[in-house]
Structures are given as structure tokens and as C-alpha cells.
């Protein structure tokens, strides 16, 4: 009986650890860099239009993050996060705005496209991984069958995250 409950707590408490090891266990700086990161990667290269990126006028940051570690939860990212990430992305010719849930955005009831020729960009937890890296799930709508994802590998090299890979495919409709 004391062997199960011993071995019933050592598989418990790597999952207790994991859980609290989600985005709020990373700095702020940390956060707006690795976010930034995903976003840039989704908007000029991951976004589903072949070499050259469409230039979309207006991207919208979806803000409630889904996170496993977390229980199976949605946590926010902080304000001050969200703010510091538009102002990383300020070199892309696009309007980037954050918004609580997909039914802020408008979608053309005709296309189902995003209003206005924009997309959304979804944004997971961060999952710090044993091995010094992050994972992101992050994916981009622009429209019924136009859209994609991946978890995104991202590690830190000289003071600054880059994505190196990713874990699993990248899925695209």
C-alpha cells in the first residue's frame, strides 16, 4: 500500500512541476520576444500564400491562450505583454490588435474570410521544455480553407528567442 502511494506521488509531481512551469514562469521580456517571434514567423513566412507574404493590413492577436500544463485552462497574457508585442512588430506594414475571443474579429459572412483582408493569429502557452527551449502552438485564419499551424521550437541565442524547428507538422487547410 505504501509503495503505490509512493509511486502513485512520483508520477504526480513531475506533472505538478510541469503545470507551474507555463508562460507565467517566464520573464516579461521573455514572453514579448518569443511571442513576437511566433507572430513574425506566421505573418512573413508561415502564412499560407507561397514565397512572398501578402502583406495583410490588419492582424488580429487572439489573447486567451490554451495551456495542457496549466490543467487544461486558458490563462491571459498580461497587458503589459500584449502591449511590448505590438511595439516588437512595428516594422510589419500591418495594424496588429490584440482581442479576447475569435468573435471580435470580423468575418465576412459570404467568405468566411476575415474582414477587411486580415487574419488572426493565435497564439499558445509557452512551454518551457527540459532542454533550455520553448514550445508555442500557434496558428493563422485567413479564411475557410485557408489557415495554419504548427508547435513552434523556439530557443534562446545571444539574448534573443529564434524559432529552430518545429515539434510535430505543420498543418495547413
Avoid at 158 to 164: E, F, H, L, M, Q
Wanted: charge should be negative; glycine fraction near 10%; proline fraction near 5%.
Amino acid at each position: 500500500m505504501i509503495r503505490g502511494l509512493v509511486w502513485s506521488i512520483a508520477l504526480i509531481m513531475p506533472l505538478t512541476l510541469l503545470a507551474a512551469c507555463t508562460t507565467s514562469a517566464i520573464s516579461d521580456n521573455a514572453q514579448v520576444a518569443i511571442y513576437a517571434a511566433v507572430a513574425r514567423q506566421l505573418y512573413m513566412v508561415d502564412h499560407t500564400f507561397g514565397d512572398d507574404p501578402p502583406n495583410f493590413p490588419t492582424v488580429y492577436l487572439l489573447g486567451d491562450t490554451y495551456s495542457p500544463a496549466a490543467g487544461d485552462n486558458y490563462i491571459d497574457i498580461e497587458e503589459s505583454v500584449k502591449t511590448a508585442v505590438i511595439t516588437a512588430l512595428s516594422d510589419l506594414p500591418a495594424q496588429f490588435i490584440w482581442v479576447q475571443h475569435r468573435d471580435e474579429v470580423p468575418i465576412d459572412e459570404v467568405t468566411g474570410g476575415v474582414g477587411g483582408n486580415g487574419v488572426i493569429i493565435t497564439l499558445g502557452s509557452i512551454e518551457p521544455q527540459e532542454d533550455g527551449t520553448v514550445q508555442v502552438t500557434a496558428s493563422i485564419y485567413i479564411g475557410n480553407l485557408a489557415a495554419g499551424g504548427t508547435t513552434y521550437v523556439l530557443e534562446k541565442v545571444n539574448d534573443s528567442w529564434r524559432i529552430i524547428g518545429n515539434a510535430g507538422v505543420f498543418w495547413i487547410s
